[in-house]
């Protein structure tokens, strides 16, 4: 890559020029609302927040120290932050980057925090403050909450069932929304939901497309089969377009808010009883609406190893579907005149089934990397990162798979997933 072609862009004139006193005045004023209490700023810290590592924001804690009215003694709250980059590749990469930031922040505000309403489970933290390229919100592991260990890869049936559940409530909470409201979020929201990582114009999607072809005609099931040469070669490409279609909202299925990026890395898991409360989720961004079947996909594939996640698929469709029929109970609303039946449901996750498997093999080739190696990458070259995420990774891609006997394993696994959906599928 040219050096010419990388130029970075500066967001700020200091990586930690965040806030004004205002705006943390401002900020300190909602929070202690919730307390119903009042109070007074004396200062405010903002410090990294070295445990969260993302390749779309950047995580800050603001520390706000504070006084009661009619108390000496000051105390201090800490909250999360999330900003825009403040390095970016160059001026377009930090316009879209921008961008999607701005459309969770203003989510957050207007939409989610309103969601949370309809239901008393914690699923998601609250959002005190919003701007164009930053949110504050509740820190969710002072609410009791954990992230997974720092290199989980794989959950177990366990596991996910705190994810499940975080996702039935979510889903239940968009449906009780518009029923009060008398609105469909999909029209109101628009604006802020339209949701562009998976497009034929994105380069991280497209180069993504590209080397897990690639690496699809290396698979030991096809590498000596003619005609399946010739499909990956003619066909796989047109066919996984479909999947720019299958994740927008539907015509025939119900369609209701979704997270849609619920791997590991975006759930906490509550701290003293892991396995009974629902997950909160984190990172928004890359929210639409569409049916619940796109969620429960993405969960699925994305966490559990491909021959796992068959063993436990049917266990893990009845927790879900049980949770949903409950929160939508709960909230006065009966699935199935909602379209929400466990008839609907299975029919969906066959309509819907080439998304998991087509969005789980482009993201292995950036999430399912040798550990450190594409932060290592954007470490030690950031020119190198921004051509293999946005440019091109399929000769770096199969030269790991070479190298990495694990990575080239599941990336097989998860292009098996892949090859039964559309070439065995059509060989039928």
Not at 32 to 52: H, Y
Not at 58 to 79: G, T, V
Not at 144 to 157: A, Q
Not at 328 to 333: P, T
Request: glycine share 4%; net charge negative; with cysteine.
């Amino acid at each position: 890559m040219n050096k010419a072609d990388y130029n970075p862009v500066l967001t700020r004139a200091n990586r930690l020029e965040l806030f004004t006193t205002v705006e943390c005045e401002e900020i300190l004023k909602i929070v202690l609302q919730d307390e119903n209490k009042r109070g007074c700023l004396k200062e405010f810290k903002i410090v990294p927040a070295v445990e969260q590592v993302g390749f779309l924001g950047e995580y800050y804690h603001l520390i706000l120290s504070y006084q009661l009215e009619n108390e000496s003694e000051e105390r201090s709250k800490r909250l999360f932050v999330k900003s825009v980059v403040y390095q970016n590749a160059d001026k377009s990469f930090h316009d879209e980057k921008t961008m999607i930031l701005k459309k969770e922040a203003m989510l957050y505000k207007t939409l989610i925090n309103e969601l949370k309403l309809f239901s008393e489970h914690l699923w998601c933290a609250k959002c005190y403050f919003a701007r164009d390229d930053l949110f504050v919100m509740q820190n969710i592991e002072d609410l009791g909450y954990v992230s997974l260990p720092s290199g989980t890869r794989f959950l177990t049936e366990v596991q996910m069932r705190p994810i499940f559940k975080a996702l039935a409530t979510l889903h239940a909470s968009s449906v009780a929304f518009e029923r009060s409201h008398r609105v469909t979020i999909g029209v109101q929201f628009r604006k802020w939901l339209d949701e562009k990582s998976i497009d034929a114009d994105i380069p991280w999607w497209t180069t993504g497309v590209k080397a897990v072809l690639a690496a699809t005609a290396t698979h030991p099931l096809v590498r000596d089969d003619a005609a399946a040469q010739e499909y990956i070669k003619n066909e796989l490409s047109r066919c996984l377009d479909k999947v720019y279609y299958i994740i927008g909202s539907s015509a025939v299925h119900r369609n209701v808010f979704l997270h849609r990026d619920t791997w590991s890395g975006n759930v906490f898991y509550h701290k003293e009883r892991p396995q009974d409360v629902g997950c909160v989720l984190v990172d928004f961004q890359l929210c639409r609406y569409a049916p619940p079947a796109v969620d429960f996909l993405m969960a699925s594939y994305m966490n559990v190893e491909p021959k796992d996640r068959k063993a436990m698929e049917q266990r893990n469709i009845s927790y879900y579907h049980d949770n949903l029929v409950s929160e939508l109970k709960a909230m006065g609303i009966d699935a199935e005149k909602e379209q929400l039946s466990r008839s609907d449901f299975d029919q969906s996750l066959k309509d819907l089934a080439l998304f998991g498997a087509a969005f789980n093999c482009i993201a292995a080739t950036v999430l399912r990397l040798p550990e450190n190696y594409l932060k290592k990458l954007k470490d030690e070259q950031p020119a190198e990162f921004h051509h293999f995420c946005n440019v091109d990774r399929t000769e770096s891609l199969l030269g790991i798979m070479d190298q990495h006997d694990d990575f080239r394993r599941y990336m097989y696994d998860c292009v098996e997933d892949l090859l039964e959906l559309t070439y065995y599928k059509q060989a039928k």
